[in-house]
């Protein structure tokens, strides 16, 4: 039987973050992926070097893949440092996989990197979530959702 996965994610050390992701899109579902990494592309991202604004995740042949994701080159490596902008493997469970081919082929999904972190454990992990994008109105409509509850929380507690 599988351990049941935490609530929430245990984030260390922030590294990347797509901010306009949230706002672009809207995010039903978020799960954990393990990066597959070469030695510069870790040191680079210790160093809290790395982008992931203009990037997405992909399935390609059974697997997924981070695409467009942004981690420099690492300032001390030598002739074995790696290519910024190549494509990287998320590490994922089969099951988890056919999830996002069913939502990405049906339902019109998008899967987008939220956050590249380190862990508790020194591993690092992506933060991908399940979207669907979101038109120019649907967007507004968003903003004037978060200000009111941002102005019914201020007078809630000057009057509570």
Sequence with gaps: MARPKPA???KQKIVAENRKARFDYAVEEKFEAGLALSGTEVKSLRFGEGSIAESYAE??????????ANIPEFSHG???NHEPKRPRKLLLHAREIDKFVGAVERKGMTLIPLTI?????GRAKVELALAKGRQSHDKRQHLKEQDWKRDKARIMRDKG
């Design 59 to 68: 399935v390609r042949d059974g697997q997924v893949w981070l695409v467009n």
């Design 117 to 121: 972190y380190f862990n508790a454990k």
């Design 78 to 80: 030598n002739r074995f």
């Design 8 to 10: 929430t994610f245990d």
